[in-house]
């Protein structure tokens, strides 16, 4: 079972808060909000520990396992905005896990780096990408090999970088698009793009919560029901945030491809349309837009997480989100299949739909995935009437 959304919610924020700067929960409030930092070096040796080996351990076996020697490996500094001071305690242990030959290229890592400066553990994600060639030198000759770089994002904890790896992943892949496309050195906009990292993937849903305040409660329903959104008179920036939120606060990949499909053409054929977000005004206007009790209860706890300023629990709140509507869908599906066989099981479906605050979205989610089985189908059916009827008590 997943804790309540309270408990879930004071646990994440305790253990995100704990993991990152340290000291006394008084001292923390006075912190400004975590800073970033990158760092992009230029690196070659893997392809020398590639034709080594790697022992069991993911150490490179032969001569000189331990410590790659200076004509096999480097690891040189292109770009960063750390001081100076702790640069090469980064380099260092970048310098160890590559050695253990267990970083893959393309595919980022996470982990908790201690540093003097500023004097606390921080998040680190790290990552290894290959710079391709250009037509003109992209020949058979050995010689021009792609150019390798490990670009390093620091900033929160551990815990919290590990919820957007997948985000950062995708950024490095602008950022080895971007580096193909020049010629000559590092750019100025390669430089921007490094040092955006933190507003880019961190930031978006802290700025759409702060954005929309109570009225967050419509995108959340328009995400969870998988009901299109379109988004007007808006700037690019607050089009992405929102895009970006709504993707994070979708059930895709937590429920069956197919169901997601079929429920993405039946709110579209419903009548109601897509969600319409007017952004002409300071205050963005809603048009075609529900909720409901669920998305007004999460709603709140994110604008309860808005008072302590820190970005990583906003996306810690939205996977509890998620994770809370698969625990709903989940039991509601239990209850059908006992009330295919139990009228009290029925009973107890009614009960749990008119209870959860998500009745009217569950319900449509089930009714998509038993489509095909005649008994279940007909549950669903006499839920719906139910439902009906209590819907038209309440007014």
């Known amino acids: ?224 029901s998988y009901t299109p959104v379109e988004v007007k008179e808006s700037d690019e920036k607050t089009k992405r945030d929102i895009n970006r939120f709504l993707s994070v606060a979708s059930l895709q990949g937590l429920i069956h491809e197919g169901t997601m499909t079929s429920l993405c053409m039946a709110m579209t054929g419903e009548q109601h349309k897509s969600v319409v977000i007017d952004c002409s005004s300071s205050q963005p206007q809603f048009y075609n837009a529900g909720s409901n009790r669920f998305c007004e209860d999460w709603m709140q706890a994110f604008l309860n997480g808005a008072e302590g300023g820190n970005p990583f629990l906003f996306r810690q709140v939205l996977e509890n989100f998620k994770l809370k509507a698969i625990q709903d869908t989940n039991n509601l599906k239990r209850f059908i299949r006992q009330a295919e066989m139990n009228h009290y099981a029925l009973f107890k479906c009614y009960m749990f739909l008119k209870n959860c605050g998500s009745g009217d979205i569950l319900l449509k989610i089930v009714k998509v995935e038993h489509e095909e089985m005649p008994e279940a189908k007909s549950v669903v059916a006499v839920l719906e009437e139910f439902m009906k009827e209590a819907l038209a008590q309440s007014f």
């Open 1 to 224: 079972m997943l804790p309540s959304l309270q408990e879930s919610l004071d646990g994440d924020e305790k253990e995100l808060e704990s993991s990152e700067e340290g000291g006394s929960t008084e001292e923390r409030k006075l912190e400004p909000p975590p800073s970033s930092h990158y760092c992009l070096y230029s690196y070659r040796g893997s392809r020398v520990a590639q034709q080594r080996g790697d022992s069991d351990d993911g150490s490179p076996s032969g001569t000189n396992a331990e410590t790659p020697s200076g004509d096999d490996f480097s690891l040189s500094l292109v770009d960063t905005n750390l001081p100076s001071e702790v640069e090469p305690e980064l380099r260092s242990f970048i310098a160890k896990r590559l050695s253990k030959g267990a970083v893959f290229e393309g595919l980022g890592n996470v982990a908790s780096v201690e540093l003097r400066i500023p004097g606390y553990q921080v998040g680190c994600y790290y990552c290894l990408f290959q710079q391709k060639l250009l037509p003109e030198t992209a020949t058979v000759d050995s010689e021009h090999n792609p150019s390798e770089y490990v670009v390093c994002f620091l900033g929160g904890s551990e815990k919290g970088l590990e919820l957007f790896r997948l985000e950062l992943d995708k950024y490095i892949q602008g950022l080895k698009n971007n580096m193909n496309c020049e010629e000559r050195g590092l750019e100025n906009h390669i430089k921007s793009y490094l040092s955006s990292w933190f507003e880019d993937v961190v930031c978006p849903i802290q700025r759409v919560v702060l954005l929309f305040q109570e009225k967050l409660t419509f995108l959340l329903h328009a995400a969870l």
